[in-house]
């Protein structure tokens, strides 16, 4: 059989979230269901989706790899759109901390925060980067990731900046997972930049950034627009240079403080705005009048003990939203999606269909990959999902625990909990 070639047969039900764009509003609701579903993947793209009596009348299986997924559920494979997951070091002892009752200000001056990150990144080699960031890809794409977007950040300086995107560069060349990669280089402000935030985002900005889009180390350039972080107009002048140098937008937006960062992603027609727990009324209705992605990142407002993004609302304003896990050593350091979906119906009330929606179309859409995954549509990769259980329902239902059984990408099964003992295929 021609690696690539992978017949699905019988599955109780196919979630294709069929679509080439990002939905908003009461579209991400409709998760297009075919029951007694098939898919035929060719060369690694999807070749047919239907129900398994017409897929077999039109398709020889001895022509291919087959699964049978008879009582089981299939769906897109899931995209991660948020993560900071190449880094050094971890921040365990700040968990602690928090649960004392400390607040990110006194964790700072205590020697913690991303400054703490930055430190470990910068003294870690290479290697030792890519082999946690090659671990961590493991444990995603046991959850059903098949996307993952991947942040520098941890370096604020050349060279440790240009060492986090080589080393994603270096993994999604690799590993089955395909990593978007953004840069980050505007996070934070270095201890020996403190009152010359302008001087910083100069040097971010005019010495380092044409560089990483010289080499095309990112597709995408973000930003941590925040107060004591930077500001608006900051954060305008970096991301409109970023755009000139062929680089799209994302933009950490209105976490801590209602700032102004969800109009300034829509001014400037970021490809998604994330974070948002204190995005203002007027910051959603122009995101979703400019079609700019919400990115809610539950796990880390979860983590924090901070109020959740307004899921709900932005959905019912308009807005296309998607989720992710926003993976990283200190506010936020879990991968897993089951807890993600859990958090987002319980707390954000969001229904289980549109947990489903932001983790697959919206959530390709928020990658600016729409048209090739996020959902299993002819013409898209091979990337599935299959779980052990006949229905979606049982994703969010059977709380922090993967129902995930089975995850193929580009038409190759890569990951099978059942017959390889939950390994890596």
Not at 160 to 177: C, D, G, W, Y
Not at 321 to 340: H, K, M, R, W
């Amino acid at each position: 059989m021609k690696k690539g070639n992978l017949l699905v047969k019988g599955a109780t039900e196919v979630v294709t979230c069929s679509g080439f764009k990002a939905k908003s509003g009461t579209e991400m609701q409709d998760l297009k269901v075919i029951y007694n579903g098939a898919v035929v993947i060719e060369d690694g793209i999807i070749k047919a989706v239907g129900t398994t009596e017409d897929i077999l009348k039109q398709y020889d299986e001895t022509q291919y790899e087959v699964i049978d997924a008879t009582g089981k559920s299939i769906l897109p494979g899931f995209v991660d759109s948020h993560t900071h997951f190449i880094f050094g070091g971890f921040r365990a002892e700040e968990f602690s901390w928090r649960l004392k009752g400390a607040n990110y200000m006194e964790i700072m001056e205590k020697g913690g925060g991303i400054l703490s990150s930055v430190r470990a990144t910068k003294e870690a080699t290479h290697e030792e980067l890519y082999k946690g960031g090659i671990k961590r890809l493991d444990s995603m794409l046991s959850f059903g990731v098949t996307t993952v977007e991947g942040k520098s950040g941890y370096g604020l300086d050349l060279e440790t900046e240009i060492k986090q995107l080589e080393v994603m560069k270096s993994i999604n060349e690799k590993h089955p997972v395909d990593v978007v990669s953004t840069f980050l280089g505007a996070h934070a402000v270095p201890t020996e930049y403190k009152g010359k935030e302008d001087e910083f985002i100069e040097y971010i900005t005019n010495d380092v950034l044409p560089l990483v889009a010289e080499r095309k180390l990112a597709e995408f350039c973000d930003i941590f627009c925040e107060k004591k972080v930077f500001s608006v107009e900051q954060s305008r002048r970096h991301l409109k240079k970023a755009k000139e140098l062929g680089l799209k937008i994302k933009i950490h937006a209105d976490e801590i403080v209602q700032l102004g960062g969800a109009e300034l992603a829509a001014e400037l027609g970021a490809i998604s705005a994330d974070h948002l727990l204190q995005a203002s009324n007027k910051g959603v209705a122009e995101m979703a009048a400019k079609g700019v992605v919400a990115t809610l990142l539950p796990g880390t407002a979860f983590s924090l003990k901070e109020d959740f993004a307004r899921g709900r609302y932005m959905i019912d304003e308009g807005c296309a939203v998607a989720l992710a896990t926003d993976l990283n050593p200190g506010s936020c350091f879990t991968e897993s999606i089951p807890l993600i979906f859990a958090l987002a119906t319980l707390y954000m009330k969001m229904t289980t269909e549109e947990a489903i929606t932001a983790f697959t179309i919206n959530g390709a859409a928020a990658v600016d990959r729409a048209d090739t995954i996020g959902s299993i549509d002819v013409g898209k990769k091979g990337d599935l999902v299959i779980l052990e259980f006949p229905s979606y329902h049982f994703i969010p239902y059977h709380i922090g625990v993967s129902t995930v059984e089975k995850v193929v990408k580009n038409g190759v099964l890569v990951f099978d909990k059942e017959n390889r003992g939950g390994k890596i295929c």
